[in-house]
Protein backbone atom coordinates (compact mmCIF):
# COMPACT_ATOMS: atom_id res chain seq x y z
CA UNK A 1 0.00 0.00 0.00
CA UNK A 2 1.13 2.95 -0.60
CA UNK A 3 0.33 6.61 1.20
CA UNK A 4 0.13 9.31 -1.36
CA UNK A 5 -1.59 12.19 1.27
CA UNK A 6 -2.21 12.01 4.91
CA UNK A 7 -4.29 14.67 6.38
CA UNK A 8 -4.71 13.91 10.18
CA UNK A 9 -7.28 17.15 10.67
CA UNK A 10 -9.87 16.26 8.37
CA UNK A 11 -9.61 12.44 8.63
CA UNK A 12 -8.51 11.87 4.77
CA UNK A 13 -6.19 9.71 3.58
CA UNK A 14 -5.45 9.22 0.21
CA UNK A 15 -4.23 5.33 -0.53
CA UNK A 16 -2.82 3.37 -2.78
CA UNK A 17 -3.64 -0.33 -2.85
CA UNK A 18 -1.31 -2.53 -4.58
CA UNK A 19 -2.19 -6.20 -3.77
CA UNK A 20 -5.00 -8.50 -2.27
CA UNK A 21 -2.90 -7.97 1.21
CA UNK A 22 -3.96 -4.98 1.02
CA UNK A 23 -7.36 -5.26 -0.29
CA UNK A 24 -7.94 -6.93 3.13
CA UNK A 25 -6.37 -3.82 5.35
CA UNK A 26 -9.10 -1.66 3.26
CA UNK A 27 -11.87 -4.12 4.02
CA UNK A 28 -10.79 -3.54 7.58
CA UNK A 29 -10.63 -0.10 8.07
CA UNK A 30 -13.71 1.31 5.79
CA UNK A 31 -16.41 1.03 7.61
CA UNK A 32 -20.17 1.97 6.62
CA UNK A 33 -21.00 5.81 7.29
CA UNK A 34 -17.46 6.73 5.91
CA UNK A 35 -16.89 8.53 2.79
CA UNK A 36 -14.68 6.96 0.13
CA UNK A 37 -13.98 8.40 -3.66
CA UNK A 38 -12.07 6.62 -6.61
CA UNK A 39 -12.54 6.76 -9.95
CA UNK A 40 -15.53 4.17 -11.41
CA UNK A 41 -17.77 3.51 -14.30
CA UNK A 42 -21.06 4.68 -14.76
CA UNK A 43 -23.96 4.45 -16.93
CA UNK A 44 -24.50 8.66 -18.56
CA UNK A 45 -27.58 9.13 -20.06
CA UNK A 46 -28.27 11.63 -22.87
CA UNK A 47 -31.59 13.13 -22.76
CA UNK A 48 -34.16 12.53 -25.52
CA UNK A 49 -31.94 9.55 -26.43
CA UNK A 50 -34.08 5.66 -26.95
CA UNK A 51 -30.77 3.56 -25.49
CA UNK A 52 -30.11 3.18 -22.49
CA UNK A 53 -26.64 5.70 -22.59
CA UNK A 54 -23.56 4.21 -21.73
CA UNK A 55 -20.98 3.72 -19.42
CA UNK A 56 -18.32 6.62 -18.92
CA UNK A 57 -15.29 6.57 -16.10
CA UNK A 58 -16.08 9.49 -13.88
CA UNK A 59 -14.77 10.08 -10.29
CA UNK A 60 -17.46 9.58 -7.38
CA UNK A 61 -17.97 9.59 -3.85
CA UNK A 62 -19.94 6.86 -2.32
CA UNK A 63 -20.67 7.00 1.82
CA UNK A 64 -20.39 3.58 2.61
CA UNK A 65 -23.41 1.10 3.41
CA UNK A 66 -22.32 -1.97 2.68
CA UNK A 67 -18.88 -3.91 1.72
CA UNK A 68 -17.29 -7.07 0.69
CA UNK A 69 -13.74 -8.47 0.15
CA UNK A 70 -14.50 -10.73 -3.39
CA UNK A 71 -11.39 -12.82 -3.07
CA UNK A 72 -11.96 -14.79 -6.11
CA UNK A 73 -12.54 -11.55 -8.59
CA UNK A 74 -9.62 -10.00 -6.26
CA UNK A 75 -11.88 -6.58 -5.39
CA UNK A 76 -13.10 -4.91 -2.70
CA UNK A 77 -16.55 -4.18 -3.38
CA UNK A 78 -17.85 -0.66 -1.46
CA UNK A 79 -21.56 -0.05 -1.76
CA UNK A 80 -23.06 3.43 -0.92
CA UNK A 81 -25.38 6.12 -1.69
CA UNK A 82 -23.21 8.65 -3.81
CA UNK A 83 -22.59 12.33 -2.22
CA UNK A 84 -19.87 13.86 -4.36
CA UNK A 85 -19.92 13.92 -8.13
CA UNK A 86 -19.00 15.69 -11.49
CA UNK A 87 -21.41 18.68 -12.60
CA UNK A 88 -22.78 16.66 -15.24
CA UNK A 89 -23.38 13.57 -12.98
CA UNK A 90 -24.81 15.54 -10.45
CA UNK A 91 -28.84 14.46 -10.97
CA UNK A 92 -26.90 10.94 -9.82
CA UNK A 93 -25.93 12.22 -6.15
CA UNK A 94 -28.26 10.14 -3.65
CA UNK A 95 -28.45 7.28 -5.81
CA UNK A 96 -26.87 4.03 -4.94
CA UNK A 97 -23.48 2.95 -6.31
CA UNK A 98 -20.90 0.36 -5.74
CA UNK A 99 -17.58 1.00 -5.79
CA UNK A 100 -14.79 -2.02 -7.32
CA UNK A 101 -11.62 -1.24 -5.87
CA UNK A 102 -8.51 -3.59 -7.50
CA UNK A 103 -5.06 -3.29 -7.05
CA UNK A 104 -3.65 -0.20 -8.90
CA UNK A 105 -6.74 2.11 -8.53
CA UNK A 106 -5.92 5.19 -5.75
CA UNK A 107 -8.44 5.82 -3.50
CA UNK A 108 -9.83 9.01 -1.12
CA UNK A 109 -11.11 8.06 2.27
CA UNK A 110 -12.31 9.87 5.22
CA UNK A 111 -13.58 9.02 7.82
CA UNK A 112 -15.04 11.28 10.89
CA UNK A 113 -12.82 9.41 13.37
CA UNK A 114 -9.35 6.35 12.97
CA UNK A 115 -9.41 4.11 15.57
CA UNK A 116 -5.63 3.66 16.58
CA UNK A 117 -5.54 0.13 15.55
CA UNK A 118 -6.93 1.67 12.07
CA UNK A 119 -3.87 3.82 11.57
CA UNK A 120 -1.73 1.07 13.14
CA UNK A 121 -2.80 -0.97 10.40
CA UNK A 122 -2.42 1.37 7.57
CA UNK A 123 1.27 2.36 9.03
CA UNK A 124 1.88 -1.31 8.34
CA UNK A 125 0.79 -1.66 5.16
CA UNK A 126 2.62 1.27 3.77
CA UNK A 127 5.96 0.48 5.31
CA UNK A 128 8.33 -0.54 2.71
CA UNK A 129 7.91 -4.08 1.75
CA UNK A 130 10.41 -6.50 0.82
CA UNK A 131 10.78 -6.56 -2.98
CA UNK A 132 9.63 -10.21 -4.16
CA UNK A 133 11.34 -10.26 -7.75
CA UNK A 134 15.10 -10.18 -9.05
CA UNK A 135 14.91 -8.86 -12.90
CA UNK A 136 17.63 -8.75 -15.22
CA UNK A 137 17.34 -6.61 -18.28
CA UNK A 138 19.71 -6.12 -21.02
CA UNK A 139 20.26 -5.20 -24.80
CA UNK A 140 23.51 -5.31 -26.36
CA UNK A 141 24.70 -1.93 -24.90
CA UNK A 142 24.11 -2.41 -21.27
CA UNK A 143 22.35 -4.42 -18.85
CA UNK A 144 20.68 -4.35 -15.37
CA UNK A 145 20.35 -6.30 -11.95
CA UNK A 146 17.29 -5.12 -10.00
CA UNK A 147 14.91 -6.24 -6.97
CA UNK A 148 11.73 -4.96 -7.64
CA UNK A 149 8.19 -4.53 -6.28
CA UNK A 150 4.73 -3.47 -7.48
CA UNK A 151 6.26 0.02 -8.53
CA UNK A 152 9.89 -0.06 -6.57
CA UNK A 153 13.27 -0.71 -8.09
CA UNK A 154 16.56 -1.19 -6.16
CA UNK A 155 19.51 -1.52 -8.28
CA UNK A 156 21.88 -4.19 -7.20
CA UNK A 157 23.86 -4.08 -10.29
CA UNK A 158 25.09 -2.15 -14.03
CA UNK A 159 26.91 -2.71 -16.66
CA UNK A 160 27.89 -1.38 -20.10
CA UNK A 161 29.16 -3.25 -23.57
CA UNK A 162 32.32 -1.41 -23.86
CA UNK A 163 33.60 -3.55 -27.07
CA UNK A 164 29.91 -3.92 -28.96
CA UNK A 165 31.25 -1.91 -31.58
CA UNK A 166 34.64 -2.62 -31.75
CA UNK A 167 35.55 -6.26 -31.45
CA UNK A 168 36.12 -8.49 -34.83
CA UNK A 169 34.56 -11.81 -33.64
CA UNK A 170 33.35 -13.36 -36.33
CA UNK A 171 29.86 -13.11 -35.30
CA UNK A 172 27.39 -11.19 -33.05
CA UNK A 173 27.06 -13.59 -30.80
CA UNK A 174 30.61 -14.10 -30.01
CA UNK A 175 31.01 -10.61 -30.00
CA UNK A 176 28.39 -10.59 -27.32
CA UNK A 177 30.13 -13.46 -25.25
CA UNK A 178 32.00 -11.08 -22.56
CA UNK A 179 29.53 -8.92 -21.95
CA UNK A 180 27.06 -11.75 -21.65
CA UNK A 181 29.63 -13.50 -19.25
CA UNK A 182 29.46 -10.31 -16.89
CA UNK A 183 25.86 -10.14 -17.07
CA UNK A 184 25.35 -13.65 -15.38
CA UNK A 185 28.18 -13.50 -12.92
CA UNK A 186 26.15 -9.91 -11.87
CA UNK A 187 22.74 -11.95 -11.87
CA UNK A 188 24.34 -14.97 -10.08
CA UNK A 189 26.00 -12.65 -7.31
CA UNK A 190 22.50 -10.90 -6.64
CA UNK A 191 20.55 -14.01 -6.45
CA UNK A 192 22.69 -15.61 -4.18
CA UNK A 193 22.47 -12.84 -1.87
CA UNK A 194 18.57 -12.28 -2.44
CA UNK A 195 17.44 -15.47 -3.26
CA UNK A 196 14.05 -14.44 -4.87
CA UNK A 197 12.40 -15.70 -7.95
CA UNK A 198 14.17 -14.35 -11.15
CA UNK A 199 12.55 -12.41 -14.20
CA UNK A 200 15.29 -12.45 -17.65
CA UNK A 201 13.70 -9.49 -19.75
CA UNK A 202 15.26 -7.40 -23.36
CA UNK A 203 15.16 -7.91 -26.49
CA UNK A 204 14.80 -11.33 -27.86
CA UNK A 205 18.29 -11.94 -29.42
CA UNK A 206 20.29 -10.72 -25.91
CA UNK A 207 17.53 -12.41 -23.59
CA UNK A 208 17.72 -15.58 -25.21
CA UNK A 209 21.75 -15.57 -25.66
CA UNK A 210 21.49 -15.12 -21.55
CA UNK A 211 19.12 -17.89 -21.16
CA UNK A 212 21.01 -20.57 -22.89
CA UNK A 213 24.10 -19.37 -20.88
CA UNK A 214 22.37 -19.82 -17.50
CA UNK A 215 21.41 -23.10 -18.70
CA UNK A 216 24.41 -24.15 -19.87
CA UNK A 217 26.49 -22.72 -16.73
CA UNK A 218 23.52 -22.12 -13.85
CA UNK A 219 21.37 -24.83 -13.73
CA UNK A 220 20.22 -24.03 -10.36
CA UNK A 221 19.81 -20.15 -10.84
CA UNK A 222 18.00 -20.99 -13.92
CA UNK A 223 15.12 -23.23 -12.27
CA UNK A 224 14.99 -20.01 -10.17
CA UNK A 225 13.93 -17.95 -13.44
CA UNK A 226 10.29 -17.67 -13.02
CA UNK A 227 9.30 -15.41 -16.16
CA UNK A 228 11.13 -14.48 -19.79
CA UNK A 229 9.80 -11.49 -21.42
CA UNK A 230 10.38 -8.60 -24.14
CA UNK A 231 11.05 -5.67 -23.70
CA UNK A 232 12.46 -3.07 -26.34
CA UNK A 233 15.76 -1.56 -24.45
CA UNK A 234 18.01 -2.97 -21.70
CA UNK A 235 19.21 -1.29 -18.56
CA UNK A 236 17.27 -0.16 -15.95
CA UNK A 237 15.05 1.47 -18.81
CA UNK A 238 13.79 -1.56 -19.59
CA UNK A 239 13.09 -2.78 -16.36
CA UNK A 240 10.76 0.82 -16.24
CA UNK A 241 9.21 -0.05 -19.24
CA UNK A 242 7.81 -3.43 -17.86
CA UNK A 243 6.51 -1.77 -15.09
CA UNK A 244 4.52 0.89 -16.79
CA UNK A 245 3.26 -2.42 -19.56
CA UNK A 246 2.53 -4.54 -16.52
CA UNK A 247 4.77 -7.33 -17.81
CA UNK A 248 6.18 -7.84 -14.54
CA UNK A 249 2.77 -8.19 -13.34
CA UNK A 250 2.84 -12.43 -14.04
CA UNK A 251 6.33 -12.52 -12.36
CA UNK A 252 5.49 -10.53 -9.31
CA UNK A 253 2.14 -12.43 -8.78
CA UNK A 254 4.58 -15.61 -8.70
CA UNK A 255 6.68 -14.40 -6.39
CA UNK A 256 4.05 -13.91 -4.47
CA UNK A 257 3.68 -17.76 -4.35
CA UNK A 258 6.98 -18.17 -3.23
CA UNK A 259 6.49 -15.97 0.03
CA UNK A 260 3.12 -17.86 0.71
CA UNK A 261 4.79 -20.74 0.15
CA UNK A 262 7.86 -19.66 2.72
CA UNK A 263 5.06 -19.17 5.30
CA UNK A 264 3.67 -22.58 4.91
CA UNK A 265 6.68 -24.17 4.87
CA UNK A 266 7.42 -22.53 8.31
CA UNK A 267 4.38 -23.49 9.22
CA UNK A 268 5.01 -27.44 8.41
CA UNK A 269 8.45 -27.21 9.82
CA UNK A 270 6.98 -26.00 13.02
CA UNK A 271 4.83 -28.63 12.95
CA UNK A 272 7.28 -31.37 12.25
CA UNK A 273 9.88 -30.27 14.92
CA UNK A 274 7.23 -30.22 17.70
CA UNK A 275 7.50 -26.35 17.84
CA UNK A 276 4.41 -25.50 19.95
CA UNK A 277 4.60 -22.26 18.49
CA UNK A 278 1.70 -22.82 16.07
CA UNK A 279 -2.16 -23.44 16.04
CA UNK A 280 -4.33 -24.88 13.45
CA UNK A 281 -8.10 -24.71 13.75
CA UNK A 282 -10.81 -22.32 14.51
CA UNK A 283 -11.02 -23.33 18.30
CA UNK A 284 -6.82 -23.11 18.68
CA UNK A 285 -6.47 -19.99 16.54
CA UNK A 286 -9.05 -18.35 18.71
CA UNK A 287 -7.41 -19.50 21.69
CA UNK A 288 -3.98 -18.29 20.56
CA UNK A 289 -5.36 -14.73 19.61
CA UNK A 290 -7.05 -14.36 22.54
CA UNK A 291 -3.65 -14.34 23.94
CA UNK A 292 -2.00 -12.20 21.84
CA UNK A 293 -0.31 -14.92 20.50
CA UNK A 294 -0.73 -14.69 16.78
CA UNK A 295 2.37 -13.11 14.85
CA UNK A 296 1.02 -14.23 11.42
CA UNK A 297 -2.84 -15.97 10.44
CA UNK A 298 -2.74 -18.27 7.26
CA UNK A 299 -6.15 -18.04 5.88
CA UNK A 300 -6.73 -20.41 2.96
CA UNK A 301 -8.49 -18.11 0.29
CA UNK A 302 -10.94 -20.54 -0.66
CA UNK A 303 -12.23 -20.58 3.04
CA UNK A 304 -12.85 -17.12 2.74
CA UNK A 305 -14.84 -17.53 -0.56
CA UNK A 306 -16.73 -20.43 0.04
CA UNK A 307 -17.96 -20.00 3.77
CA UNK A 308 -21.66 -19.29 4.32
CA UNK A 309 -22.42 -15.68 5.64
CA UNK A 310 -22.53 -16.53 9.44
CA UNK A 311 -18.76 -18.66 9.37
CA UNK A 312 -17.27 -15.72 7.07
CA UNK A 313 -18.55 -12.91 9.50
CA UNK A 314 -16.64 -15.25 12.54
CA UNK A 315 -13.32 -15.51 10.37
CA UNK A 316 -13.80 -11.83 9.47
CA UNK A 317 -13.91 -11.04 13.26
CA UNK A 318 -10.94 -12.86 14.55
CA UNK A 319 -8.85 -12.00 11.60
CA UNK A 320 -10.08 -7.88 12.64
CA UNK A 321 -8.80 -9.05 16.23
CA UNK A 322 -5.47 -10.37 14.61
CA UNK A 323 -4.81 -7.17 13.35
CA UNK A 324 -6.08 -5.02 16.24
CA UNK A 325 -3.50 -6.95 18.44
CA UNK A 326 -0.63 -6.43 16.40
CA UNK A 327 -0.76 -9.47 14.08
CA UNK A 328 -0.60 -10.17 10.48
CA UNK A 329 -3.33 -11.48 8.30
CA UNK A 330 -1.96 -13.62 5.18
CA UNK A 331 -4.73 -14.64 2.51
CA UNK A 332 -2.99 -17.73 1.01
CA UNK A 333 -4.27 -19.03 -2.67
CA UNK A 334 -5.53 -22.38 -2.81
CA UNK A 335 -4.58 -23.12 -6.07
CA UNK A 336 -0.87 -24.26 -5.62
CA UNK A 337 0.49 -26.53 -3.41
CA UNK A 338 1.09 -24.41 -0.26
CA UNK A 339 -2.58 -23.45 -0.16
CA UNK A 340 -3.05 -27.31 -0.64
CA UNK A 341 -1.26 -27.92 2.60
CA UNK A 342 -3.07 -25.32 4.04
CA UNK A 343 -6.24 -26.43 3.67
CA UNK A 344 -5.50 -30.25 4.80
CA UNK A 345 -5.30 -28.48 8.37
CA UNK A 346 -8.77 -26.86 7.80
CA UNK A 347 -7.68 -23.54 5.70
CA UNK A 348 -6.79 -21.29 8.96
CA UNK A 349 -3.42 -21.81 10.88
CA UNK A 350 -1.18 -19.01 12.59
CA UNK A 351 2.44 -18.93 13.33
CA UNK A 352 2.81 -17.29 16.84
CA UNK A 353 5.03 -15.35 19.29
CA UNK A 354 5.22 -18.00 21.93
CA UNK A 355 3.77 -20.96 22.75
CA UNK A 356 0.18 -21.32 24.44
CA UNK A 357 0.28 -24.31 26.10
Known sequence: MRLLKWDGKHGIAVLLPEDLDDLWVLYVVVEPGD?????????RRVEGAKSRGKRVSVSLAVQVEKKALD?????????????????????????????????????????????????????????????????????????CVALVGMRDVEVLAEGRNTLAKSTDAPSREEALRPFLMEALSALKS????????????????????????????????????????????????????????????????????????EAIRELLARLGKGDERVAYGFPDVKKACSYGAVETLLVADSVLRDADEATRMELERLMMEVEEKGGKVMIIGSSHEAGKNLLSLGGLAALLRFPIG
Open 35 to 43: LVKARTRRE
Open 190 to 261: SWEAHRKPVAVIGPSLERDLLMGLLRSREPELAKAVVSVRAVTTGGISGIYEALRAGILAKALSKARITRES
Open 71 to 143: ILMGRLRLLGTIREAPSEFEDEIGKHHTLNIKPGLPIELRKERWAQYQVRMLKRACSPKPKPLIVACLDDEEY
